[in-house]
């Protein structure tokens, strides 16, 4: 009598490893609109059309005029592994088309009720297929124009698991916004359009230039502060737009880099811009670019990961190099006058950003004297700083130590640390990040009591904002309300900031906004309010906060120290970074060998 053992290890079933595959390229519904673009723009279509509802929660529909697919090619099209992009492995060497994998339709299918129907030119009759969770896949006749269009409703209906990690709606649609113009940015001569509830949200008919999309998506702002990139070395092409550095930002966006038509994130290319810049850009600043490179295909490696994103070259020092000179060429074949009056004057212009330099190892001792109407340098936002950067907020804003330190300011390192003696211990302190944490810590208590004081500004300040950015604000308008900040709709995609706290000073307003929004877009959720409230003010701290390389007087360097003594000593600001470093009297009597007392 015989038995059969059982394995341990057993074939998944298609239903299950489908799902697994989702995860990999099904995120979010922006990954399902960029599969679906992808595959549109491979198909040769001059008109994308996006429309989504509840942030793509509910339906997503991407419709285009392209070539189509015949009934077999349709129902091939919905199974693993099945593209009409490449042969063999070779093919992997030479590809120039978006999709390639054969995993996005199936994988979208698994996880949602999926709808497809196309007609080809080779047919006048259509073919519409169906199903859901990506089984019982159902085929039928189908009359329309010719073209593709791919429904996919209730998308996680069948992994909750997955759903509970989406965000809200207006944050989902901002990705979706993103996506769209991504695609638009990289194909000028094609019409793409996004609709959300039944509402055009964007609009980029075909144009004949990168500038005239550029322009589209960015505004005539965009014209103004770019400068045109161009650099050829052998196989290596780069073309595009960056800032100049006088008009660098606090805020990142945009940065974007695509390669061979593809969207990508690297850091090999990111740090051949940031060393481009080098000793160009204000402390605290950064550049904003939209840069394009094309490359000979075998020289890169984009089967990384299933959505693309990453790329791997097979001689990144080559890539580095042409980014590094292409965008210094710029910089230094037509220097701009703010670039001379940052680099060649002796002496700064009262809006540069940069600062005289110092020696190693010199210290800058601010005078004695003081005078209450003094200003700080003017900074790279060409506001002044003034003494109210150091205001006294109401007394029940403080904490509540008895007995106040006795403070001697003993000078300025680098325009950058504060060297102070408070009581008998000695202080090395990081100005910006100190002032930074009282500022938190102050806007965080006067937040908890509801005291947070409004300072309205003469004239409300505008600020415009990319339809994805818009679409985020929104949702975060009341929390920035509650904080302080009144910003209001003043257009489809332009704001006005009426107030902000009285405590911020004379700060700009249009930074501060773009830096809250890069902030806030990490976050997962609006649920938790004490935690929501936080990265909030500690933005604003940072912003309105005395920066780096600004040189400060004898009476304001003490009043930093007392604010900061106030507050307990905190010894890391909102973000996490070293505020001081602290030696007490006794370590300076081991130190030097001396006989402790």
């Known amino acids: 009598m015989s038995s059969t053992v059982t394995g341990k290890v057993h074939i998944l079933p298609d239903s299950v490893s489908c799902r697994i595959a989702a995860g990999e390229v099904v995120e979010r519904p922006a990954s399902v609109v960029k599969e679906l673009i992808d595959n549109s723009l491979d198909a040769g279509s001059t008109l994308i059309t996006v429309e989504v509802e509840e942030g793509g929660r509910r339906v997503i529909r991407v419709m285009d005029n392209g070539a189509g697919m015949t009934r077999m090619d349709a129902q091939l099209a919905c199974q693993r592994f099945a593209t009409s992009k490449l042969r063999s492995e070779e093919d992997l060497l030479t590809l120039l088309t978006m999709g390639f994998r054969g995993e996005a339709l199936p994988s979208i299918a698994s996880v949602s009720r999926f709808f497809l129907k196309t007609v080809s030119p080779e047919s006048p009759l259509g073919t519409q297929t169906q199903s859901m969770g990506g089984v019982a896949w159902e085929v039928c006749d189908y009359t329309g124009p010719l073209g593709t269009q791919v429904e996919v409703r209730d998308l996680f209906f069948n992994t909750p698991g997955r759903l509970k990690f989406l965000k809200t709606v207006p944050t989902e649609f901002s990705k979706i916004c993103y996506v769209v113009q991504q695609a638009a940015a990289v194909h000028p ?268 500004l003469l004239i409300p300040e505008p600020v415009e904002l990319l339809p994805h950015q818009g679409e985020l604000l929104e949702e975060w308008l009341p929390f920035l309300a509650q904080a302080g900040l009144d910003v209001e709709r003043f257009g489809t995609t332009s704001y006005v900031v009426r107030a902000i706290p009285a405590m911020l000073g004379n700060i700009s307003v249009g930074s501060l906004i773009l830096e809250l929004l890069d902030e806030l877009s990490e976050w997962q959720s609006t649920d938790a309010l004490d935690n929501t409230i936080k990265p909030i003010l500690a933005t604003m701290a940072c912003q309105s906060a005395v920066q780096a390389g600004r040189p400060m007087t004898q009476a304001e360097i003490t009043i930093l120290l007392q604010d900061w003594a106030q507050e307990s000593f905190p010894m890391t600001c909102p973000h996490g970074r070293r505020v001081a470093i602290k030696h007490s009297l006794e370590e300076l009597h081991t130190i030097f060998a001396r006989p402790l007392k």
Not at 224 to 238: C, D, I, K, M, W
């Open 189 to 456: 001569g094609i019409h793409f359009r996004l609709r959300h509830q039944n509402h055009t949200v964007l609009e980029y008919p075909a144009v004949s230039s990168l500038q005239d999309r550029l322009l589209q998506i960015y505004g005539p702002d965009f014209l103004e502060r770019f400068l045109p990139v161009t650099y050829n070395a052998g196989s290596f092409q780069l073309t595009g737009f960056t800032v100049s550095p006088h008009h660098a930002r606090t805020s990142r966006a945009p940065q974007e880099i695509f390669v061979n038509g593809r969207p990508i994130k690297n850091t090999t290319i990111s740090h051949a811009v940031h060393e481009a810049y080098g000793s160009f850009l204000p402390r605290g600043k950064h550049p904003q670019y939209i840069v394009f490179i094309h490359l000979d295909p075998q020289s890169i490696d984009i089967n990384v990961h299933p959505t693309k994103r990453e790329v791997r070259f097979s001689h990144p020092e080559f890539v580095h190099m042409g980014v590094l000179r292409g965008i210094k060429a710029l910089f230094f074949s037509q220097p701009s006058p703010d670039i001379i009056s940052h680099e060649h004057k002796e002496t700064p212009a009262p809006v540069t950003p940069h600062l005289p330099r110092t020696t190693p190892g010199s210290m800058n001792v601010a005078p004695a004297s003081f005078q209450h109407g003094s200003e700080f340098p003017r900074t790279g936002t060409n506001r002044p700083y003034p003494l109210s950067l150091f205001v006294q907020e109401p007394p029940s804003v403080y904490g509540s130590r008895e007995q106040p330190c006795e403070v001697h300011s003993l000078g300025q390192i680098h325009h950058t640390y504060l060297l102070g003696q408070i009581d008998q211990d000695l202080f090395i302190v990081d100005q910006h990040t100190a002032h930074e944490r009282v500022r938190f810590e102050r806007l965080l208590r006067s937040w908890k009591k509801k005291e947070i004081l409004q300072q309205s």
